[in-house]
Structures are given as C-alpha cells and as structure tokens.
C-alpha cells in the first residue's frame, strides 16, 4: 500500500502552539490604532473628497488583513530548513528584479522606489526595498548562524552573503536614489552580523563594530559643525536629500520650500500638548500638510492624542522589542537569535529614523512609522518578519531548538 502524500497547508486561521501572545496582542493593536489613525490622517489631504478617504482606508484594511494572513502561515510554517543556503538564489533574483523594475516608473521626491499596479479607480504600490529588508535578516540566519563548530573559512561563510547584500544596497542606491533605506538594510545586517559565534568572524566583527560606531560619529559631525555642512553641500547627493541635511541643521533654512513639511510637523507636536486635541480634531492636517498619512502621520498623531498618546504608542512598540529581545538571550541557536534580533533591529532602526525625522533630529529619510503610515509594503513586510519570528519562539516553547 502506497501512502499517500499529505497536502501542504497555506491558508490558517490562528497562530501555533508555542507562540508569544504579547507580540501578538501588540500587533493586533497597531493594526487596529495604525488603520483608525491612517483614516482621520487623510481627512486633510483632499477635503471634500470622500471618496479618496474611503479607497485609502479600504486598501489599509486590505493589507493589514493580508499581512496578518501572510503572519499566521509564517508563524506556522517556517523552519530552519526554509532557510537553507540553496533556498535563497530565487528569492534574491525576485527582489532584486523588482528592486530594478522600480526604475521604470515615475520618481516620488527624487527616489525610484515603487512599482504601480493600476486599478479601477486607484492604483497599488509596491515598494520591494521593504522586503529586501526581511529576505537580507534571512540572508544572514542562513549563511552565518549556527557554523561555530564547523572548520568553514571567513570567505567561504561570507562570500555569498556579502555578495547578495552588496547587489541589495548598490541596486538601492545607485538605481531607486533610496538612501533611507539602504541605511536601514546596512545598520539592520550590521548588528545581525554581531550574533555568530564563529572564530573567524571576530575580526570581521570588531571591523564592522569600528564602521558602525565612525558611521554614527560621522553624521553627528556632519549635522554639528560648519566643516559638516559644507561637506553635505559637496556630497555627491540628489538635492531634494542635501535639502532634507540642512533642514535638520535649521528648519528656518527654507521654510517654505524644503522646510515646509518639518515646521508643520514640529507645529502640530507643540499644539497637541499632554492630552491632544481628540481623536479627528487635528487642525494642522486641514493646512496644506503633504504626507500626513506616511511619513508624518507621527505629527498628526501627536497633536490629536498628545503626549500621552504618544507614549502609549511607544510603550506597544517597547513591548514587541522587549519580548524578541527576551526570547533573544534565552535561545542558543544562532540562526533564531540572527532572526529574533534582526526583526528587533528592522522595528528599532525605523522607530529611530521615523521620530528623528519627523521632529528635526536627525534629517528625514521617507522610512515610514510601522504598521501606523499609510503603506502596504511596509506593514505586510512587517508582519512577515513578526511572523518569522514568531515561528521561531514557537519551536523554542515547543522544544524544537535550543
């Protein structure tokens, strides 16, 4: 009698035994508040236009509901054996196919970073740095983690690596002009690169610490002193990102032009006070305020629900780092600390650069606030990495590693 082979399963309704369900609650969470805020955030972009909100709405739902199905069969699904080296070459030929496909459709503020699919009515975008940003974590769990007993060589474990990471950011940077992210992807891998125990490595390793630390002292050199500026003025940078340096450095600078969109967000962050205006009643948004709904939402977040509201967004966020962190030093399995600490590094890095941006300290880069601006590709690359992650708690609690 043949036994008859069993079916694979794609589609789940709930999340496995073992997983965390704080994370879990603290997705939920910023699916819901993210979906509710994109909604009162676009009120202001086209007043009157009721049917603009409905359509952005309506597409908000439609990708958090697709990343939280895309989470569930990560979280199922994945293994170790996913992630095999061999595994890798189709999905890093179908990202970087999208990365440079990027290029053949209009610019947005100077960057080639999206693809548009048009609908009826409307139009979907893609924007594939997003999920370069989860398939690079990967890259690394699979090509460094756990070898610390084998005899491999520095150049034999990371030729492959170092080669799929370079075609990412080069594609990044020298064909979409995205230096945000192609910053995230380097500080992300950066720190992921810190987690392999292996002999060979270690000079690697203390190098990439020396980089990552000149990097940081670089751009604080950069933003301030007078010698910084005028080496911003000489970088070989598109303009609209030297504009978005000296921003940071005054917002007066330009107020309005390349300034406008800063001094509206540092308004709206002053007029919200403790407690905000209430959910809706943002006065700011009403102004003439571009990207309310992506890269600023923060602003109009803060102004509606104050202070308060703000901590209690950061306090979610904190939750999710504070448990992949947790599950972090208990495991010894490389591959799922690489993971675990990646996807913490992706949410960190973007809070970093998201805040920073929105309120001067740090130049703006475009990297949205996850799972609360307007964008499918973000949330749903997100969700993935979560799920991912979640998979990898699920077979720690359940015995299946170490």
């Keep these: 009698m043949t036994k008859t082979k069993k079916k694979k399963k794609w589609i789940y309704t709930k ?47 439609v990708y958090v509901t697709f990343g939280y199905a895309l989470m569930l069969m990560a979280a199922n699904r994945f293994k170790f054996d996913s992630i095999r080296g061999s595994n890798f070459p189709p999905y890093v030929i179908a990202v970087v196919g999208a990365l440079i496909a990027c290029r053949a459709f209009k610019p947005v503020n100077g960057s080639y970073g999206w693809i548009r699919i048009p609908f009826p009515g409307t139009q979907v975008t893609i924007q594939p740095s997003e999920f370069a940003k989860v398939v690079a974590i990967l890259i690394v769990a699979a090509y460094c983690g756990d070898f610390k007993r084998s005899f491999k060589g520095f150049w034999e474990m990371m030729k492959v690596p170092i080669l799929f990471l370079c075609l990412f950011l080069g594609i990044i940077l020298v064909v979409q002009h995205d230096l945000g992210s192609a910053v995230v992807i380097f500080l992300v891998t950066c720190v ?3 987690i392999p125990e292996h002999p060979q490595l270690k000079t690697f390793q203390t190098v990439l610490k020396i980089v990552f630390w000149c990097f940081v002292g670089f751009v604080i050199f950069l933003l301030a002193t007078d010698t910084g500026l005028k080496i911003i003025q000489a970088l070989p940078l598109e303009n609209y990102q030297i504009n978005r340096f000296l921003s940071a450095i005054d917002p007066t600078i330009d107020k309005y032009n390349s300034s406008y969109q800063l001094l509206k967000g540092l308004t709206s962050f002053a007029s919200g006070g403790w407690f905000g205006r209430g959910f809706g009643n943002s006065v700011l948004k009403y102004s003439d305020f571009p990207e309310t709904n992506t890269d600023y939402i923060l602003a109009i977040l803060v102004e509606e629900f104050g202070y308060v509201g703000f901590l209690l967004l950061m306090s979610v966020y904190c939750l999710i780092l504070a448990r992949l962190f947790y599950y972090t030093l208990k495991l010894r399995s490389e591959k799922g600390r690489i993971i675990l600490t990646g996807t913490a ?22 990297v949205p606030l996850l799972m609360i601006s307007a964008g499918g590709s973000s949330t749903v690359a997100f969700m993935l990495a979560i799920g991912i992650s979640q998979a990898v708690i699920r077979m720690y609690n359940r015995k299946e590693i170490a």
Excluded: E, W
């Excluded at 890095?349 to 740090?362: D, E, K, M, R, S």
């Design 345 to 366: 590094m992706y949410l960190l890095v973007h809070l970093f650069f998201n805040i920073g941006g929105v309120t001067g300290l740090i130049p703006l880069t475009g």
């Design 192 to 194: 992921c690169y810190l």
């Design 15 to 61: 999340m496995p035994k073992g997983y965390d369900k704080l994370i879990h609650l603290a997705v939920i969470i910023l699916m819901v508040f993210g979906t509710i805020m994109i909604a009162s955030a676009s009120m202001g972009l086209k007043t009157g236009d009721n049917r603009y909100l409905i359509i952005t709405v309506v597409k908000q739902i």
